[in-house]
């Protein structure tokens, strides 16, 4: 589908970690340091907005939409950390053309697949494909949520709970490992969440606020109800997808073109 050529390093610089609010939140350090940045330019992305981003640990994998007038087509990619390209498929069209933010959990890439609607008319799904980039099944469906446009998920493996964050409503709803809906919550100020990372039971969202882009983060312990934003940080390049792995924290942005951004940072210090 795609030409496979060598990803380009571009940009290298220090960066500093500031609070994405002008005050601090609960649990959030007061002293913030500079963390070398790089910017990896993906010779091989030509078409598409870049949604989500995930890693099993040995490779990373991305989802893209193209719309136009309302239909199009998401795609889902998988490349090595250096950016090259490895295999690609594509995983919706038509109506469901949008893929958001995407997780991995037991083997299984899980992608939220969606209507490009504010007032969509067809049921989101959570699409699972296998890191061979195979189709496997659709583990739920937005019909019993109301038809909304489901967004990103992540697995909460401690409490083997499933998570889709909506971009319309800004609603978090949490289904069992079954596909079952246990209940649906807005958090206190909530955010349009594109993507997601877990630490410890506790849960990084990537969004943007009023063009300042970075992490809120949640703790997941406790009940669904209990779930509460602890903290955020603004970091460049996380609007959109995000992933984590071995102390290095991976972005992917862009339109008709991709940049893959990696920031070496130990997440586990921004944890209560």
Same mark, same amino acid.
């Given at each position: 589908?795609?030409?496979?050529?060598?990803?380009?390093?571009?940009?290298?610089?220090?960066? !500093?970690?500031?609070?994405?609010?002008?005050?601090?939140?609960?649990?959030?350090?007061?002293?913030? +340091?500079?963390?070398?940045?790089?910017?990896?330019?993906? =010779?091989?992305?030509?078409? !598409?907005?870049?949604?989500?981003?995930?890693?099993?640990?040995?490779?990373?994998?991305?989802?893209?939409?193209?719309?136009?007038?309302?239909?199009?087509? #998401?795609?889902?990619?998988?490349?090595? +950390?250096? =950016?090259?390209?490895?295999?690609?498929?594509?995983?919706?069209?038509? #109506?469901?053309?949008?893929?958001?933010?995407?997780?991995?959990?037991?083997?299984?890439?899980?992608?939220?697949?969606?209507?490009?609607?504010?007032?969509?008319?067809?049921?989101?799904?959570?699409?699972?494909?296998?890191?061979?980039?195979?189709?496997?099944?659709?583990?739920?469906?937005?019909?019993?949520?109301?038809?909304?446009?489901?967004?990103?998920?992540?697995?909460?493996?401690?409490?083997?709970? $499933?998570? $889709?964050?909506?971009?319309?409503?800004?609603?978090?709803?949490?289904?069992?490992?079954? =596909?079952?809906?246990?209940?649906?919550?807005?958090?206190?100020?909530?955010? #349009?969440?594109?993507?997601? $990372?877990?630490?410890?039971?506790?849960? +990084? !969202?990537?969004?943007?606020?009023?063009?300042?882009?970075?992490?809120?983060?949640?703790?997941?312990?406790?009940?669904?109800?209990?779930?509460?934003?602890? =903290?955020?940080?603004?970091?460049?390049?996380?609007?959109?997808?995000?992933?984590?792995?071995? !102390? $290095?924290?991976?972005?992917?942005?862009?339109?008709?073109? #991709?940049?893959?951004?990696?920031?070496?940072?130990?997440?586990?210090?921004?944890?209560?």
């Amino acid at each position: 589908m795609y030409r496979r050529v060598p990803a380009l390093i571009s940009i290298i610089m220090i960066v !500093g970690l500031i609070p994405l609010h002008n005050s601090l939140l609960v649990g959030m350090p007061s002293n913030y +340091f500079g963390y070398e940045y790089r910017s990896i330019n993906l =010779g091989w992305f030509l078409e !598409g907005e870049v949604q989500g981003l995930a890693t099993d640990g040995r490779y990373l994998y991305m989802t893209s939409s193209t719309t136009i007038q309302g239909t199009g087509e #998401a795609c889902l990619y998988k490349m090595n +950390f250096d =950016g090259t390209l490895i295999s690609s498929v594509r995983i919706g069209q038509d #109506a469901l053309c949008h893929g958001g933010g995407i997780t991995i959990y037991d083997n299984f890439v899980w992608i939220p697949l969606a209507e490009f609607s504010f007032t969509p008319s067809n049921s989101s799904q959570i699409m699972r494909y296998s890191l061979d980039l195979d189709y496997v099944d659709s583990f739920c469906n937005s019909t019993i949520t109301g038809i909304d446009h489901w967004g990103s998920v992540f697995v909460d493996e401690v409490n083997q709970r $499933v998570f $889709v964050s909506n971009w319309n409503t800004l609603q978090i709803h949490e289904f069992d490992m079954d =596909g079952n809906l246990i209940q649906s919550i807005i958090p206190l100020n909530p955010d #349009a969440i594109q993507d997601w $990372v877990v630490i410890d039971n506790h849960a +990084f !969202g990537s969004c943007s606020r009023e063009g300042i882009t970075g992490l809120v983060i949640f703790d997941l312990d406790g009940s669904f109800s209990e779930i509460r934003v602890i =903290g955020d940080l603004r970091v460049p390049k996380t609007s959109s997808g995000i992933a984590y792995h071995d !102390g $290095v924290l991976y972005s992917c942005s862009g339109v008709n073109k #991709a940049v893959l951004s990696t920031i070496e940072i130990n997440l586990h210090q921004y944890l209560p």
